[in-house]
């Protein structure tokens, strides 16, 4: 089975509250294992994410764990950047052994051809933000941001991961928006399934001959992506968990 998940966005919210979205994340990962060729993760799976040297955001330390735990099963991890977890550098790469992808992916599962990416910058009106993206992924930026220290830089992009996420949620997308336009084009290249998040909207939609699917939030019905090499469904987090309630 390939799973898909996205816009996880741990991190956001009080410690209290986002330890429950984080226990159904743990929770869902160890169900998932039992029979997961591949996780992609396509992208904000942190609210924000930026390491130094030596330190990391100590809040995430249980989902990195679990994390190495299922690349450990030798389980293949497909962990694309998305618009808040853009400061990654070398910790997951030489401490877990997964990859940061930081553009979008062509990948074949089961001989359909596939198309990932966050989804950030698709839109008609991300022309200001594909500006921002350039600067804020800038090496020299990213190494300028690292001389604060560590307790003032995190909190910081915390702040402004949050500012942005609120920006995104009441962002008006019209009836046609750019990310459905760009899945269409790319189904017309030849793609059988083209699966982004960023939107925080769940869609399943035939276009064509392919699929164009978004993957939603975690933050008001949660789900993940499955594809058995035949069909591509949207499970319900809860339902999913509720089906695996250990007797």
Known sequence: MIYFISDVHLGFEERTLDKRREDLLLRTL???????????????????????????????????????EIKQKGIEILYLMGNHDFGHKN?????????????????????????????????????????????????ISLYLYSKLHPDFGIKLASGSSKESRKHTSKKHF???????????????????YVVMGHRHKLILKKIGNGYYVNLGDWFHDPHIGKFDGEKFELLKVMELINENVNP
């Open 91 to 139: 910790f997951f790469s030489e401490e877990l052994g997964i990859e940061i992808i930081r553009d979008d992916l062509v990948r074949e599962f089961h001989r359909k051809k596939f198309y990932l990416s966050h989804g950030d910058g698709k839109s008609f009106y991300d022309s200001i933000y594909n500006f921002l993206k350039k600067i804020l992924r800038n090496p």
């Open 174 to 192: 019209g009836e046609i928006e750019g990310m459905e336009h760009f899945a269409q084009e790319k189904i017309l290249e030849g793609c059988d």
């Open 30 to 68: 160890e169900i998932i294992c039992s029979d997961c060729k591949t996780l992609v993760i396509l992208g904000d799976l942190f609210d924000f994410w930026f390491e130094y040297k030596t330190v990391i955001p100590k809040t995430f330390y249980r989902t990195i764990a679990k994390l190495y």
